[in-house]
């Protein structure tokens, strides 16, 4: 609130710009003097008797009011605009004083003989602005703080950025305690606002008084009971200089359980922590607290999430017993690492050492898809024993979906390899999935005869099996629809088609399995290129060409072990 010449209280306004005739302030109800432009005082109402003692008339104004008033009125009488005001101590209280022309006291400025000095008390709107500009400087701080914490969701950051901001803002010296693991407990300081450390300690919280309350949530202790000299040498940071002359402890809340706690530090010879500060720290620790526990939520959930995708995603294959494999997969989703389509390769204890191929498409599109994607491939893997009865295990597999109450279904393709020479035979049996596609050396392809009925969705499961022999340079290809219904093309509304993965596929005779499936993915996504598809699954089944010095069942150039 700024007081101007106009606004001083109990000074009349008068129209001719000088100040109410000689009397007229003694009933003002602030301090009014009088003095004249050599100095002395003229008169003074009894307000400003009270406030200046000294100042009686005749008396010299220098010798009865503070300096400030003194030089404030030779400036004026020096010909500087009267009506500016000036403010200043008197005693512990502060006042604003504005200067007026006495009437008839001669004109405005200079030459005046005589000016009226009015006063007024200003502590109260200065400790208001100080105060205000106090909490300005708070609220910008926890909008700050809030910025610099929520910026990462790493929690040793989130550690060290809590140390740097409280260093700076609340205390010379902080450490933040976050609840121990195992025999160990995280720790993080700073000093000065300079830059944080962290470590990770074998300590007892009990060891400060109101720790280890404030890492199970409970409320703080007052920093008047906790006494400095007291404190371990762990929760005094090496970089703090001096004794420590006083503590605070601090609960930092969470998402239901605390996150840890501040240990806040000031050095001796500083005044300790006031109830506001206690409640400005608490302020800003619900703001770590709460970073903290959301940095640590997010650790926990991408560790679960890291060990699901372990299950979820599809193998590396590779070649087993003299029969190369190799897979690709792209989810529909951009980002998605997972979804509907899945494979698997199961090497068996069956019949010739056969290795029992999967693939399948389960309805649906990411991670709801992949759930079931995960049930299935375990169930199936649950049935290797008898893998080399597909329609059983097909019957097996339906029984299973369908009392688990999932309203998904699934179509798959399975195949039985085994290696018989120089060649290998493949059982193959789709139920409800496009029938694999098989690869001659000549660069003929045909598809196998092999079709029945989806997983999940009925009683009973259909399927008939082919059996087919590949031989070297041969391969046999599944996959799922997501390949051939992938649309894309000049205008982007047309199929990849099955004659267009025919035509690819018989230019990859001869080549390795891993060659074809690179080949036909990047046909796939050439077509598709930024549009939408479906999940893309595919697997190559090749019987891989002699090399010389190679035996089959061995090791040769570029190919795994046997």
């Known amino acids: ?65 503070p300096e400030w008033l003194g030089a404030a009125h030779r400036a004026a009488v020096a010909g500087q605009e009267p009506g500016d005001a000036v403010s200043g101590a ?68 989130c550690m060290e950025v809590t140390a740097q901001l409280a260093a700076r803002h609340l205390a010379d010296g902080v450490v933040v305690v976050l609840p121990g693991v195992g025999r160990r407990t995280p720790l993080a300081w700073a000093v000065d606002g300079g830059g944080s450390t962290r470590a990770l300690l074998a300590l007892d919280p009990a060891e400060v008084p109101g720790l280890a309350e404030a890492l199970q949530g409970f409320p703080p202790v007052p920093s008047r009971w906790i006494d400095p000299e007291a404190l371990p040498t762990w929760a005094v940071p090496e970089e703090f200089d001096g004794p420590v002359g006083a503590v605070a402890v601090i609960p930092l809340p969470g998402h239901g359980v605390p996150a840890g706690a501040l240990i806040l530090l000031r050095r001796e010879g500083k005044r300790g922590f006031t109830e506001p500060e206690e409640v400005f720290a608490r302020l800003f620790a619900a703001r770590a607290g709460a970073a903290l526990s959301a940095a640590r939520m997010y650790a926990e959930q991408a560790a679960v999430t890291q060990t699901l995708m372990r299950e979820l995603l599809p193998p590396r294959l590779e070649q087993i017993r003299g029969v190369e494999f190799a897979g690709g997969y792209r989810a529909s989703e951009r980002g998605e690492r997972v979804g509907g389509d899945f494979y698997d390769v199961h090497p068996t204890a069956g019949e010739a050492g056969a290795s029992l191929v999967v693939l399948g498409d389960v309805c649906g599109k990411g991670l709801d898809a992949a759930v079931l994607t995960g049930k299935i491939r375990n169930t199936l893997q649950a049935l290797l024993p008898m ?42 049996t789709s139920a409800g999935h496009p029938p694999p596609l098989l690869v001659r050396a000549d660069g003929t392809v045909e598809a196998a005869d092999t079709r029945g009925s989806l997983v999940g969705a009925l009683p009973e499961v259909e399927a008939t099996t082919a059996r087919v022999v590949l031989r070297a340079g041969e391969t046999c290809l599944l996959y799922t629809d997501g390949v051939t219904e992938a649309r894309g093309g000049p205008f982007g509304d047309r199929m990849f088609g ?62 795994g072990s046997a």
């Open 90 to 157: 008197v005693g512990e209280r502060l006042y604003r004083a504005v200067a007026r022309p006495a009437a008839g006291g001669g004109s405005r400025g200079a030459g005046a003989t005589e000016l009226v000095w009015w006063l007024s008390d200003d502590t109260e709107r200065a400790e208001a602005e100080a105060a205000l500009a106090v909490e300005r400087a708070r609220t910008a701080f926890l909008s700050e703080a809030s910025n610099a914490l929520l910026a990462n969701l790493n929690t040793e950051r």
């Open 1 to 65: 609130m700024d007081v101007t010449k106009s606004s001083i209280i109990g000074a009349p306004r008068a129209r001719t710009g000088r100040t109410a005739a000689p009397g007229a302030w003694d009933e003002a109800p602030c301090p009014v003097l009088v003095a004249d432009a050599g100095g002395a005082v003229v008169s003074a109402n009894a307000h400003a008797t009270a406030l200046f003692p000294a100042a009686v008339p005749g008396a010299p104004l220098s010798a009865a009011v």
């Open 498 to 559: 099955e004659e267009r993965l025919r035509e690819a596929l018989a230019e990859c005779a001869g080549m390795p399995a891993e060659a074809v499936v690179e080949r036909v993915q990047m046909l796939a996504a050439q077509w598709v290129g930024a549009g939408e598809h479906d999940d893309m699954a595919m697997v190559a089944v090749t019987v891989p060409r002699k090399s010389p010095g190679a035996v089959v069942s061995g090791a040769g150039r570029g190919r």
């Open 387 to 428: 893998a080399d009865d597909h329609p059983r295990v097909l019957r097996m597999l339906n029984d299973s979906l369908l009392s688990s109450h999932h309203t998904r279904f699934a179509t798959l393709v399975l195949a039985s390899a085994v290696r018989e020479g120089d060649a290998v035979r493949l059982d193959l």
